[in-house]
């Protein structure tokens, strides 16, 4: 939609014609401006490729989506995640309720989180939501968790790195950066898809993980934009995009953060356009706060049936504790 309204429209071909004579990045968790002169056109036309691309990567990586819905109901729950793009519908909604809630409860208790002053118009604030998920999970996630990741590798899986031809140890750097979990498994280190979050990330990689969710949430505080400290809670956010980076792969928390600063403004944008798509748009929001609960629901469910199995299970009938 975002492609069609900024290429197949007049208004959008107008502002697709005018040139930026900078772009903003992020890198290693600082912002960095490159000089250069590109048209917004060219500079979208980039952005759907790149993203493009990631939902091609999403759709293969780590177990392809078709494989993943052709053996859905003959295996457990939990394989069902082994995909990117099926569990992202998932992931996004219920990371976006629990943000919704955290800001709701900061708001009540007068802690506010602002809003970012975005463009008058429509179009250019379109290429603005699409510029953000690439750049903040480069600088956020990608190359300082990539790094710290390629320097851990090399001490914890020196022993088979020790081996590796020269070719073998650029693969593993550029693979850090790409595919932290493949990095792991060529590297000989426990990875999160055999392990699981709680056992195959590291304490060390926690605390990288949790500083950089930390650092994003001030970021946008402490750089302005009419952020106030209320947003610092997006470290939240932060946290879940790294994970799902350590598990999926660099695909996976660009298209995240894309769905929540890029997924509704196309949306809205299209609605403004052609308004017969806005009970589509009413729609799709109902579908994700009802999926987002739900999921937030079934983790409850979860989580008091095996607490109380733990119980069940150490505690004899007569409610004296078991030996076994």
């Known amino acids: 939609m975002g492609f069609v309204a900024f290429f197949f429209t007049q208004e959008g071909l107008a502002v697709g014609a005018v040139s930026l004579r900078a772009l903003p990045i992020w890198l290693f968790c600082l912002p960095i401006k490159i000089p250069i002169q590109l048209s917004i056109g060219l500079v979208f036309l980039f952005l759907c490729s790149v993203y493009a691309i990631c939902f091609i990567v999403a759709w293969r990586f780590r177990e392809s989506l078709q494989r993943v819905l052709r053996k859905a109901v ?12 099926f569990a992202m519908p998932v992931i996004a909604s219920m990371t976006m309720i629990a943000v919704v809630a955290i800001q709701s409860i900061q708001e009540s208790s007068g802690i506010p989180t ?18 953000s998920p690439l750049t903040e999970e480069i600088g956020f996630r990608v190359s300082p968790i990539g790094i710290f990741l390629f320097a851990y590798l090399l001490l914890f899986g020196r022993k088979r790195v020790s081996l590796f031809a020269r070719g073998q140890r650029l693969r593993l750097f550029i693979m850090s950066f790409l595919f932290p979990d493949r990095a792991r498994k060529l590297a000989g ?85 052609w308004p017969s798509l806005f009970p589509a748009y009413t729609i799709v929001w109902i579908v994700t706060t009802v999926l987002g609960i739900c999921g937030w629901l079934a983790v409850a469910i979860l989580g008091i049936n095996n607490v109380v199995g733990t119980v069940g299970r150490r505690t004899s009938p007569l409610g004296v504790e078991s030996l076994t």
């Open 74 to 85: 003959s295996r457990p729950t939990r394989k069902l995640f082994n995909n990117c793009l």
């Open 114 to 131: 602002g809003v970012p002053p975005l463009p008058e118009n429509p179009f250019e604030t379109l290429l603005v939501s699409s510029y």
């Open 189 to 273: 280190v426990k990875t999160v898809s055999d392990f699981g979050v709680i056992s195959g990330i590291s304490m060390a990689e926690w605390v990288m993980v949790t500083s950089t969710g930390v650092v994003f949430g001030l970021a946008h505080y402490v750089y302005g934009g009419g952020w106030e400290v209320g947003k610092i809670s997006s470290a939240a956010v932060g946290v879940v995009l790294a994970l799902t980076y350590l598990l999926y792969g660099v695909q996976a928390p660009i298209l995240l953060l894309w769905f929540f600063n890029c997924y509704f403004t196309a949306f809205e944008l299209a609605s403004e356009l």
